[in-house]
Structure formats: C-alpha cells, structure tokens
C-alpha cells in the first residue's frame, strides 16, 4: 500500500499529464459529448469504442471491460507493473524520479529488492559484452570465430548485445562483487548458483556465447548462454546442454517473456504481425537478414500469456515450427491456444530438420517471407494433420474422429461463442457434417468436461463465488498477486486446463462486485462524506468478495492517510489495474443515474447497514442454534443461549417496527 510520500508522487504525475495526450497518442481522437473516443488499443476495434472522460482522467473500454487511469492505461499498453507505469509517466512529464519510492519493503543491496537485482544483470550483460567485444585470450578468440561460423555480424552482435561468458567459475561473481553486490544477490539476479556445502556461489553461465534478455524497457532481466563446441568439447564435451537459459527470478518469468520483443515491437505494431521463433539465433538470424518483427519464448512453449502479450501488438501471431518432432507436437499443443486465445494464430512448419536461422541462410529472406505468407491457420494445420490426404467428405469415419479430436479441445476452452460459431462452420465445410451436429455434440463434450473440472461444486460461504484468492489475503498480497496475473498462467509447459473460470477471470482474479456491496461503493462515490462513517462502520467480514474488501481497505488506508475519500484519491492509491477499473466502472455507473439528494442516498447508506446487519444477524443465530442443537452443553449454559437468541429477536424486531417484507 503506498505511503503519503507515494501518494504525492503520484498526485504530481497525473496533474502533470493529461490522459487525453497519453491514451490518444499516434490515434484519431474524436470528441463525444463531453467525452472522447479513440480505437481501443486492445481489441480489434473497427469504431471507436474507447472513451476517455477528460475532466475525470479516466478511460473504458466496455467491449474489453477494462478502464481505468492514466497509470492502469500504461500499465496495459506497455505490459508493465505499476512502479514502472508511474516512472515512465513521471520521465515524461519530466518529475524527478530520484524520490521514487520502492513499493516493496526492501533495501538497496538485498537479493529481494527489484532495482538492485536490475543493477547485477546490467552490470554482468556488460562484462560478458566487453569480454567479447576485446577479450584477447583464446577462449574469446574462439567464441568469435564460432559467431561469424553462425553468419552472426558485428551489427547483430551490436543489436542484441551478445556476449562471452568466460570459462571461469567466477568471472560474473567476481565483477559484481568489484561493485559491491553481494554473492546472494548474485544467485538472486540468476547469474551465479549457490555451492552445495553453503560455502560460496559460482558462476552459473561458463564458456558459453550470452544473449541477453530484455524486458519492453529494454532492461536486461536474464540471459540465456549457448555452448561453444570447441570449448565444451574440452570440458564435459557431449553433456552440455545446448543451451541453458537463466532460472526464474524476480525479473525473469520465462512464461511471460519473449526473446527481441523490446527491439521488434514497432515492427510488429506496424505490421500487425509477429512471428515467434524458438531459439535466440533465429530471432538474430531473421532480424539480421531483414525480418524484424520476430521474438523467440525462452525455453517453455508459446502459452497463453505470451499471447497475451503479443496480441497488445498484433493482430496475427505465426508460430514458426522446427521441422522436428518436438515442433510437431507444439503444432498440436497450439491448437487449445488458437481456440481460446481469439487471436489469428497461424503455424509455419519449416521442411523437416531445418530451424529459421538455416532456412534463412539457404533459401533466403524472400523464400521464407512466401512461406509466412502462406501459413495455414492452426484449425486448417491441425485438420491437414489428423485427416493427412483423406478426404473427409468421403471417408466418414476419418471424418468423425477427426471432428471428435476438435470438438474435444473446443470444449475444453473458454466459450467464446462468436468464434466458437465461425470455427464450427469452417469445420462443417471440411467435414460435411452439419454445422447443428457439431454444435450439439460440442454441448455434450462440454458439459462431460464441466463434471470432470475440479472446483466445479459450489463453493463461498455467501456468494456462491469462486474462491481465486483467498479472500483474507491483504491488499498488498493481492495486489503483488495481481500485477504479475499473467503469471497465474505458469504452470510448467503452459497448458494447463482452463478450469470453470474464464480466461477473463483468470487474468483479473478479482471476483466481481454485486448485490448490497456494489450498492454500497456506488454510494460511497456518489457521496465521498458518507465514505469516513462507513470505513467506520463496515466489517470487512461483511463483504462478499476480495474486491470489495479491496476497496474498503483502500478507503481505510485514505482515512489513515488523512486524504479525501473521493474517486479521485481511490484511483491514486489504488495501484492494481484491474481495481482501477472496478472503480471506474462504479463511477460511471453512478454518473448515468440521476444524481440523488442528500436524504436519499443518507437513507439508502441506512439500508444498506441494516441489511448487512440483518444478514450477519441470520448467519449469528444459525451459529447459537448449531451449538443448542449439538447438545454439549450444560443445561443452565442452554438456557443461557436460549434467552439471549430471544432477547436478540425482540431487540431486532424493536429497532424496525416498519419491516419492508
Ligand atoms: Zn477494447
């Protein structure tokens, strides 16, 4: 939760911004009423449906139901948290950020603290550059020999940063302790690996060629080290792994990150379409033979949030396959990804035993550019796969299995119906099976796989709502949950069963605001003044889902703060995205309603309190008769608890003589 100083900092970037010139920029921005409107970044928007409210510098998009501030716009244009968002904005708007406060409790130095750990990878992707760059020993002689021997240039070494780790169990130790980073921190920034008799740590990348990993800020986050023959042969020879690739840090989640993606990002949103590699060399290969909007994953398959991130920037996604076994499988692993992602997600399976970097050398740009041009979508992929030659309309039997294998992974997907409508068309064409048969056998595949979902029965005690986080946990848990939501997605090979929530809710994780508790924040931001009386007032127990005691715990830390309780400060203190734009859809519920009088919403604030009370009082009562009916107790403690049931009746009843049922 931010501090006052915190809040400062923010209340000065978003008074020194306008939200018009940050959400309109390089976009057509046509004024609406009192409102504007551009296309929204975040779908595929043929009108404009994003509004931006100037005199609230707020923004939604109702057809993505996102919105929010200046700083949830950021965060989602650039896939970044929120530190980052406000320090982006803080640059631009030119606000000293030397004053800019962790969010986390951590100190400068210690392995847990985000900067520092940036500072280590700096430093390291550094040397290891320089090492390559004027090394003048032989094992860095070698490993320049063996980059021109993969076509590499000096422009592409340039570009990507690449480096030389030296053969040496402490060369990245021994730089970041020249800089005073500790041997912790090392193995915190995934650089070095702690010794197993706890005596020390060693360098993790040895005798390899290192390619940095940048996040979108261009910041190194990681490397991935690939093995130099000539010096692996000397050491452990046939075992060395290929490649090995940082471990997951603080910085580094391989789920969520995507090789090149800060150098191909402009290319990609020009060109609407990203091309995704497996390998480093590829994305160096393509880039240097003139391809630019091209990323790689980073040791893990393409899951749903590298689409996520990608489609932020494309329209098209092409998965550019090995033409080995282990790519074939991936074809078919993609297909789950095509289904639920509503992304146009097109596989390139180069001729067998080939990857870009060798296609590209062989054949050339222009013969690989024709082949990306003329990938099949992963629908016509994965039926060209399972019919293989048979002609579906003629082999019948060919054709039902083949529908089953699809229908299948379709059930299993969120629905999307629009696109699940399109797909069970085209599937008809191929099949000559009735667009009706498909869609009714769909049904059942999908209520089969509903019964063998876990988390399926009902759960919540009083909103039957599904149990995401669990509701207790502290905003700043939630939050530091929240902005890596992605990461929700990582389990280990990306393709894990989409459960009963929807994708939606998976990414948001935040259970939606109904009944009395929506009434209650719609009140509250039509009547700031009421806000202090209900921090007072309201049990956080009260609340039916982790959203609304978000909010009532930001309104208590705006208490404490001294700040006022209106939407303005709510949307300052609030740093998680996905609350921003809960807050922002209540506002602009309660602005579409006519505004009310005093009185009124005075005595729908006493309502809402009375039935909060009244149902505590229900669920209180169920408890005492629960005890009564267990019969443990002893006879005078019974009757003890009998009278005070009564007595508790008879004072609900005299405090509402006019009862409305
Ligand atoms: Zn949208």
Redesign the pocket.
């Known amino acids: 939760m931010s501090t006052p100083a915190d809040f400062d900092l923010k209340e000065r970037v978003r008074s020194a911004v306008d939200i018009l010139d940050v959400v309109g920029q390089g976009t057509e921005v046509r004024p609406q009423g009192r409102n504007f409107v551009v296309r ?4 595929n ?1 043929r009108r404009p ?2 509004t931006i409210n100037p005199e609230r510098q707020s923004w939604k ?1 109702w ?2 139901d ?1 919105g929010g501030d200046v700083f949830s716009f950021v965060m989602q244009r650039d896939g970044v948290d929120f530190p980052t968002a406000l320090r982006t904005l803080a640059e631009q708007a030119g606000i000293e950020v030397d004053s800019f406060r962790r969010t986390k409790k951590t100190k400068p130095g210690a392995p847990d603290d985000k900067p520092t750990l940036l500072a280590a990878v700096a430093a390291v992707t550094e040397a290891f550059y320089k090492q390559l760059e004027s090394g003048r020993d032989a094992d860095t002689q070698l490993a320049r020999e063996y980059l021109e021997h993969r076509g590499i240039n000096d422009e592409s070494r340039r570009r990507f940063r690449i480096g030389f780790a030296p053969d040496d169990w402490s060369f990245a130790i021994n730089e970041l302790a020249k800089r005073n980073f500790a041997g912790d921190v090392a193995e915190a920034a995934g650089v070095a690996i702690a010794r197993q008799s706890g005596q020390g740590y060693y360098d993790r990348f040895r005798g390899r060629l290192i390619f940095p990993i940048h996040d979108l800020q261009d910041r190194p986050v990681s490397m991935g080290g690939r093995v130099i023959p000539a010096i692996a042969d000397r050491n452990d020879g046939h075992d060395a792994a290929k490649y090995i690739n940082g471990p997951e840090t603080l910085l580094f989640r391989k789920s969520n990150q995507l090789y090149g993606l800060q150098l191909a990002r402009d290319a990609i949103r020009t060109g609407g379409e990203v091309l995704v590699m497996e390998g480093y060399t590829d994305v160096v290969a393509a880039r240097q033979a003139g391809i630019e909007p091209v990323v790689a994953v980073l040791g893990t398959a393409l899951g749903e949030a590298h689409v996520k991130i990608l489609k932020r920037f494309a329209r098209r996604v092409v998965l550019v396959l090995d033409g080995d076994v282990a790519g074939q499988t991936r074809a078919d692993q993609v297909l789950e990804l095509f289904v639920s992602a509503d992304v146009d997600m097109r596989i390139l399976t180069l001729p067998e035993a080939t990857d870009p970097a060798d296609f590209i050398t062989d054949h050339g740009r222009d013969a690989f550019t024709e082949l990306v041009k003329n990938a099949p979508d992963a629908l016509d992929h994965k039926l060209a796969k399972q019919t293989d030659g048979v002609d579906l309309r003629k082999d019948t039997h060919a054709a039902t299995t083949a529908m089953e294998t699809i229908l299948a992974v379709m059930s299993k997907a969120p629905q999307a119906d629009l696109r699940h409508d399109q797909l069970l068309v085209r599937l008809s064409d191929a099949s000559g099976v009735s667009v009706d048969r498909l869609s009714r056998r769909l049904d059942v595949l999908r209520e089969q796989a509903k019964k063998t979902r876990p988390g399926s029965s009902p759960t919540g005690r009083r909103t039957g709502a599904r149990p995401i986080g669990t509701i207790s946990r502290a905003q700043d848990d939630v939050n530091a949950m929240l902005s890596g939501a992605a990461d929700d997605f990582d389990d280990v090979d990306g393709w894990g069963s989409a459960g009963n929530q929807t994708v939606r809710e998976r990414l948001i994780g935040l259970q939606p605001i109904s009944g009395v508790d929506r009434e209650l924040f719609e009140t509250l931001i039509e009547s700031p003044e009421l806000a202090a009386m209900a921090v007072e007032a309201i049990d956080p127990a009260w609340l039916s889902s982790n959203t609304a005691q978000m909010l009532l715990s930001a309104y208590q830390d705006l208490d404490l703060a001294g700040k006022d309780l209106d939407v303005d400060s709510l949307l300052l203190i609030v740093e998680n995205d996905q609350l921003k734009n809960q807050i922002v859809s209540l506002q602009q519920r309660v602005d579409q309603r006519a505004g009310h009088s005093a009185d009124e919403v005075d005595r729908r604030y006493t309502a809402i309190l009375t039935r909060y009370r009244e149902s505590e009082f229900a669920l209180e009562k169920n408890r005492q008769i629960e005890r009564l009916a267990s019969a443990t107790m002893a006879d005078d403690e019974e009757l003890e608890l009998l009278k005070e049931l009564f007595d508790a009746e008879r004072f609900r009843q005299g405090i509402r003589p006019h009862d409305e049922t």
């Not at 929204?40 to 779908?43: I, R, T």
Request: charge should be negative; include cysteine; charged fraction near 10%.
């Open positions: 929204c970044p975040f779908h928007d449906s994003l998009c057809v993505c996102i």
